[in-house]
């Protein structure tokens, strides 16, 4: 039990010891301490520059930010079986609670309080909204992402798929749909119909509601399926996660693809779902390449393999603040960084 006259040196200690921190006092208080335990366990690489070589470097600074969220996920609070809180100052977060975890199923539980702000910070994505400059003459020109989906914050390749060359409008697929932003630029770009798949429940009812905000739900099918839907379609677009590595979260699946599974199962598969003359759009970043965790000639040799060829490629720069700031330990790797929209098509015969 800890509660307001509990130090951050203290509660940084224990739970660096891995003691659990049931917080008693304001609540207030509490995110103060969460902010103070936060500067103490800012991992090395974010103090000082690190002498290691990549891909060292990268694995690194992943197994430091593990044990930051280790330790900060210590601090706790109790949920009352009504998603309130029986602190001093507690907010009112319940739409917050029942939008991420369900309705209030007469069981109280404790959360670390990382997660919590977590969940209300989710909450106010998806009550504002992602304004999709792309999107612009709709009369909702934004995505709103649900807990536990990706938010498109990160959208420059979006540009990408506006300005590509559109043969085929009839029927494209997205493989890994998300919040559904692919779908809705596709449809309104003109294409008539749009299947679009995910394995995560989370997205397709995220997809499900964007797509309903911007009108086009008539003009969609959402499959939970890993990859494609049964059938061809004259264009297939997937963004796969651009990392290859373990994901530790739901949100780290749009980041990391655990042996590159997705990218290869989507190369490997691309040629089959494609009418005759059709196009896979990749949306690839090669932050990877820089990290040295996957070659270029690699994937492009996956590329090979499955019996396609590269039609062209157009790239954009990110925009994000961590390419520019130069006291990252991977600010070189993010400053080269650059994400292609590859436009593929099944080899000749």
């Known amino acids: 039990m800890v509660g307001d006259h509990t130090t951050a040196a203290q509660a940084f200690q224990k739970a660096c010891a891995g003691t659990g921190l049931l917080w008693q006092g ?18 090395s690489s974010h103090k000082a520059k690190s002498s290691q070589a990549l891909p060292a470097a990268f694995h690194a600074y992943r197994m430091a930010q593990a044990q930051r969220a280790r330790i900060l996920s210590m601090l706790m609070v109790r949920i009352e079986a009504d998603h309130t809180m029986d602190l001093r100052r507690a907010p009112d977060w319940r739409e917050a609670m029942a939008e991420a975890w369900g309705p209030p199923d007469g069981q109280a539980r404790f959360v670390s309080l990382r997660e919590l702000l977590g969940v209300v910070s ?111 379609a004259p264009l297939v677009v997937c ?30 598969g691309l040629a089959s779902h494609l009418t005759p003359g059709g196009e896979g759009w990749l949306i690839l970043s090669d932050l990877a390449e820089h990290l040295q965790l996957r070659p270029r000639a690699q994937w492009m040799q996956w590329v090979k393999d499955a019996g396609l060829q590269v039609l062209s490629e ?36």
């Open 239 to 268: 963004n796969p996660p651009w990392l290859p590595g373990k994901a530790s979260s739901l949100l780290d699946q749009a980041i990391y693809d655990e042996d590159s599974r997705m990218l290869r199962g989507f190369l490997h």
């Open 314 to 349: 157009d790239q954009v720069a990110p925009v994000h603040p961590r390419s520019q700031d130069s006291s990252d330990l991977l600010h070189e790797a993010r400053r080269q960084e650059r994400t292609s929209l590859w436009r593929l098509s099944a080899s000749p015969a």
């Open 26 to 43: 304001d609540f207030q208080n509490a995110r103060q301490l969460l902010q103070a335990m936060g500067r103490r366990a800012l991992p």
């Open 122 to 232: 989710a909450h106010e994505w998806r009550r504002k909204g992602v304004f999709i400059p792309e999107l612009e003459g709709n009369d909702h020109p934004s995505i709103h992402p649900h807990y536990g989906v990706f938010s498109p914050v990160r959208g420059e390749y979006l540009a990408l798929v506006q300005r590509a060359p559109l043969k085929d409008m009839s029927l494209a697929f997205d493989i890994g749909v998300g919040t559904g932003v692919l779908s809705a630029l596709l449809l309104h770009r003109g294409v008539q119909q749009v299947v679009a798949t995910d394995t995560n429940e989370q997205a397709l009812s995220c997809a499900a509601d964007n797509l309903a905000r911007l009108k086009m739900q008539d003009r969609v099918q959402l499959l939970q399926t890993n990859l494609f839907p049964p059938g061809r």
